[in-house]
């Protein structure tokens, strides 16, 4: 003999479901941050160790040159470094915080690290009236002021410098102006403040690698 009784079938109350999802949503939430953390740490990891193999490079040109290569265009590292001789297997490396920057002159060669080689004065204006790609005004070392330049440039990075952009995905400061008319109290151009984590995952700072300093650390006058 059937029963008329209806077996009431299992499965979970509004109630629980919202539980369910209410735990998901705290361990996502705690998850999160240190993910991102980790994805920031992987990243100047990765910045630090092409900017190791590009110093490589560059020292390495300058012994078979008596010299370092030129700048590049938007202040990138210039095909010298691989043609015709490789020092490096590519100048197209990429700074993992700007893979996505671009600019409406140079495209994607905002992606690049920004490579400089330090020049007097004389040797920028050299560049200039040949129409050579020329550095930022921090890299010439003046006996002046005049024209924003950056004295003692030689004395702050040696003969080249390295710059990603670090977690902030900034260049530099607006609030800490570059050029030696505006030298803030820790002396440093605003595109000088190396990154910190110490201060936050994404803090201001740049990472940066000069030719007598493999961190970016300015000499202190």
């Not at 560059?58 to 590049?72: T, W």
């Not at 040949?130 to 003969?159: K, M, T």
């Not at 000088?192 to 007598?212: A, E, M």
């Amino acid at each position: 003999m059937k029963s008329n009784r209806y077996t009431a079938a299992s499965g979970f109350t509004l109630i629980e479901l919202l539980i369910v999802v209410l735990i998901l949503a705290i361990l996502a939430a705690v998850a999160l941050p240190n993910l991102l953390e980790f994805q920031t740490r992987a990243k100047t990891a990765r910045a630090r160790a092409d900017m190791r193999s590009i110093a490589t490079a560059l020292e390495a040109y300058a012994v078979e040159h008596n010299d370092f290569p030129p700048n590049g265009e938007y202040g990138t590292l210039s095909f010298h470094i691989t043609t015709p001789i490789s020092y490096i297997s590519t100048n197209y490396l990429i700074d993992p915080f700007a893979d996505k920057e671009y600019d409406v002159f140079y495209g994607e060669l905002r992606q690049r690290y920004t490579y400089t080689k330090v020049v007097t004065e004389d040797e920028f204006w050299s560049l200039f009236w040949s129409a050579q790609p020329l550095p930022g005004a921090e890299a010439v070392d003046s006996d002046s002021s005049w024209g924003n330049y950056n004295p003692g440039a030689f004395d702050r990075y040696g003969c080249w410098r390295l710059v990603s952009m670090g977690p902030d995905t900034e260049y530099e400061d607006a609030s800490i102006p570059a050029g030696p008319f505006n030298i803030n109290p820790l002396g440093l151009n605003g595109s000088d403040i190396p990154y910190d984590p110490t201060n936050g995952t994404v803090s201001f700072g740049n990472i940066l690698r000069f030719q007598n300093h493999p961190e970016g650390i300015v000499p202190a006058h």
